[in-house]
């Protein structure tokens, strides 16, 4: 069974950076052929992808996070990051990662708060 995990999350000032993490144990060899998704969830709203990675390491972002979050893998480590650059209080939301081809059961997420 996968255990997805999301860690990095905190309370920044707007203009800072955080780096997330979601680890995938148990995925095998299954996590380097699934795409994989970063996902957030404010107060109120429905869940929405904010940046994807391809098993090519292509990737796209949601028009709210484009130039300012990069999102990465590291298929040995079964890991999927998110690098998020000059945040603002709008990005402030719980945050989650998931498979895109295969989705696995969903983790508890990390919260992220900006405040301004």
């Known amino acids: 069974q996968v255990q997805l995990v999301e860690s990095g999350g905190g309370l920044v000032q707007a203009g800072a950076s955080l780096r997330l993490s979601c680890a995938a144990s148990?995925?095998?060899?299954?996590?380097?052929?699934?795409?994989m998704g970063w996902f957030r969830q404010a107060p109120g709203k429905q869940r929405e992808l904010v940046a994807r990675?391809?098993?090519?390491?292509?990737?796209i972002y949601a028009d709210s996070v484009k130039g300012r979050f990069t999102i990465s893998r590291d298929n040995a480590k079964k890991t999927v990051y998110l690098q998020m650059n000059s945040l603002t209080p709008e990005d402030t939301a719980l945050y989650y990662c998931n498979g895109l081809s295969i989705e696995w059961a969903w983790g508890q997420g990390t919260q992220v708060t900006v405040s301004s």
């Open positions: 148990g995925s095998g060899s299954i996590f380097r052929i699934n795409p």
């Open positions: 990675i391809s098993s090519g390491e292509s990737t």
